[in-house]
């Protein structure tokens, strides 16, 4: 993270505040990459480093436009980290038990509701009966002394691995990292069967050093904070939070995890994300797109671009860029698109001439290309997302539109060079 830190324009913010304070001031400076000094604790508070899809191509050494090309190259070409046997967080241990308030040492905030919570926290477990790790975000409400409630979202990896654990009437041994470099952030947001998230960090920086915990998992060398510690079989309320949408969540019972140690670096930087945010939003969204491209061009063989787009919480609307070849090719590419992400509620297939990052261009798209009588298509009662407070139990209309100009006589359709 530091490394990164000193590669883009950082700003520091311009007083001191209280802990209580930083969400807000967060929100005010429009998530620019900030770091706040808190009256709390006497290292700096760093938030807003992926909050653009510039600043995520930054973090891969990347031009925007590359970015579903390059993670999908990486994916298909994974990197083996390398273990070595120090580390900088090592150099300060706190023996944790059931005594001990966390929140002197750990920076737990109130975003919403009274609750206090870890947002950057990347979650690291070995996965069962494979010889991999797992990595993955998870919030984790503050409950008291050394426990978290943490939320761990049904039918994904982490859930897998606990759900194993209980199965076998044993905890589930993880270990947590904050401030880590954005690489190894955005590869903790991506998903695959039986992919290592950190061997995909690794690919992405050229080479990752890692260091092996008593507890047997191995972490990134270069984490400013590392949580040891243990999700049991106990459970607690936790919530409410604040969804990628902006919207509040539900509270519901989530396992408590219990910490054993707690591991930082001399004068560290810890690292916070704003939920419901940009950086939320690029994080969530940026690790789908190369999926659905692959899915979609499956279908569609000339599709040239996908982005989930920051006014639809960069999950729920999608813009699919094609050269079209056939009529019908963007109708294709609409089922399609709905079926690689099957939280999406709406996508608009464009031509190539379009800009997708573009929100105006593409609104300039529907309103001079689109006949709603024949270019939406409408499949009511879908599956949808959770996140969607429209649907009903996850149950939505999805939809799509194609605008995209004819392929004949369609000179009245291009806008005038000068």
Same mark, same amino acid.
């Given at each position: 993270?530091?490394?990164?830190?000193?590669?883009?324009?950082?700003?520091?913010?311009?007083?001191?505040?209280? #802990?209580?304070?930083?969400?807000? /001031?967060?929100?005010?400076?429009?998530?620019?990459?900030?770091? @706040?000094? &808190?009256?709390?604790?006497?290292?700096?508070?760093?938030?807003?480093?992926?909050?653009?899809?510039?600043?995520? =191509?930054?973090?891969? /050494?990347?031009?925007?436009?590359?970015?579903?090309? @390059?993670?999908?190259?990486? &994916?298909?070409?994974?990197?083996?980290?390398?273990? &070595?046997?120090?580390?900088?967080?090592? =150099?300060?241990?706190?023996?944790?038990?059931?005594?001990?308030?966390?929140?002197?040492?750990?920076?737990?905030?109130?975003?919403?509701?009274?609750?206090?919570?870890?947002?950057?926290?990347?979650?690291?477990?070995?996965?069962?009966?494979? /010889?991999?790790?797992?990595?993955?975000?998870?919030?984790?409400?503050?409950?008291?002394?050394?426990? @978290?409630?943490?939320?761990?979202?049904?039918?994904?990896?982490?859930?897998?691995?606990?759900?194993?654990?209980?199965?076998?009437?044993?905890?589930?041994?993880?270990?947590?990292?904050?401030? $880590?470099?954005? =690489?190894?952030?955005?590869?903790?947001?991506?998903?695959?069967?039986?992919?290592?998230?950190?061997?995909?960090?690794?690919?992405?920086?050229?080479?990752?050093?890692?260091?092996?915990?008593?507890?047997?998992?191995?972490?990134?060398?270069?984490?400013? @904070?590392?949580?040891?510690?243990?999700?049991?079989?106990?459970? =607690?309320?936790?919530?409410?939070?604040?969804?990628?949408?902006?919207?509040?969540?539900?509270?519901?019972?989530?396992?408590?995890?219990?910490?054993?140690?707690?591991?930082?670096?001399?004068?560290?930087?810890?690292?916070?994300?704003?939920?419901?945010?940009?950086?939320?939003?690029?994080?969530?969204?940026?690790?789908?797109?190369?999926?659905?491209?692959?899915?979609?061009?499956?279908?569609?063989?000339?599709?040239?671009?996908?982005?989930?787009?920051?006014?639809?919480?960069?999950?729920?609307?999608?813009?699919?860029? #094609?050269?079209?070849?056939?009529?019908?090719?963007?109708?294709?590419?609409?089922?399609?698109?709905?079926?690689?992400?099957?939280?999406?509620?709406? $996508? $608009?297939?464009?031509?190539?001439?379009?800009?997708?990052?573009?929100?105006?261009?593409?609104?300039?798209?529907?309103?001079?290309?689109?006949?709603?009588?024949?270019?939406?298509?409408?499949?009511?009662?879908?599956?949808?997302?959770?996140?969607?407070?429209?649907?009903?139990?996850?149950?939505?209309?999805?939809?799509?539109?194609?605008?995209?100009?004819?392929?004949?006589?369609?000179?009245?359709?291009?806008? &005038?060079?000068?």
């Amino acid at each position: 993270m530091r490394d990164f830190i000193e590669k883009i324009k950082i700003f520091t913010h311009k007083e001191k505040i209280s #802990i209580s304070q930083l969400a807000k /001031n967060i929100k005010l400076n429009n998530e620019l990459p900030t770091k @706040f000094i &808190v009256n709390e604790y006497d290292f700096p508070i760093v938030s807003g480093l992926v909050g653009s899809r510039d600043l995520i =191509a930054s973090a891969l /050494n990347i031009k925007k436009d590359e970015i579903i090309r @390059f993670i999908t190259k990486k &994916v298909e070409k994974l990197k083996k980290y390398s273990i &070595v046997n120090n580390a900088p967080f090592l =150099a300060n241990k706190i023996d944790v038990d059931s005594e001990t308030e966390l929140e002197k040492y750990v920076p737990l905030i109130d975003f919403y509701g009274g609750k206090k919570y870890t947002t950057s926290s990347v979650v690291i477990v070995k996965y069962p009966e494979e /010889n991999r790790q797992n990595s993955s975000f998870h919030r984790m409400m503050y409950h008291e002394n050394n426990k @978290f409630t943490i939320r761990i979202v049904a039918q994904r990896h982490l859930d897998y691995a606990y759900s194993t654990a209980v199965k076998n009437d044993e905890d589930l041994n993880v270990a947590i990292v904050f401030g $880590v470099h954005p =690489a190894i952030e955005i590869s903790a947001a991506y998903s695959a069967p039986q992919l290592d998230e950190l061997e995909l960090a690794s690919s992405f920086l050229g080479g990752l050093d890692v260091c092996k915990l008593p507890n047997g998992i191995f972490v990134p060398c270069d984490s400013e @904070f590392v949580i040891e510690g243990r999700i049991t079989r106990k459970t =607690a309320e936790e919530g409410p939070f604040i969804d990628l949408t902006g919207t509040a969540d539900d509270v519901r019972q989530q396992p408590i995890l219990e910490v054993d140690k707690l591991y930082f670096r001399d004068e560290p930087i810890f690292r916070t994300i704003l939920p419901g945010g940009n950086e939320h939003r690029m994080l969530m969204g940026i690790p789908q797109e190369p999926r659905m491209f692959k899915i979609i061009s499956n279908t569609i063989s000339t599709v040239k671009n996908v982005i989930l787009t920051p006014g639809g919480n960069c999950w729920l609307h999608a813009v699919v860029q #094609i050269q079209k070849k056939t009529e019908g090719d963007a109708k294709n590419a609409i089922i399609a698109a709905l079926s690689a992400h099957p939280s999406l509620k709406r $996508v $608009v297939v464009v031509d190539d001439d379009i800009d997708i990052f573009d929100p105006n261009d593409v609104e300039w798209a529907i309103s001079t290309r689109v006949q709603a009588d024949e270019d939406l298509i409408i499949i009511p009662n879908c599956k949808g997302s959770s996140l969607d407070p429209s649907a009903r139990d996850s149950i939505t209309c999805k939809w799509g539109i194609d605008a995209t100009k004819p392929l004949q006589d369609n000179e009245g359709y291009n806008k &005038v060079k000068f």
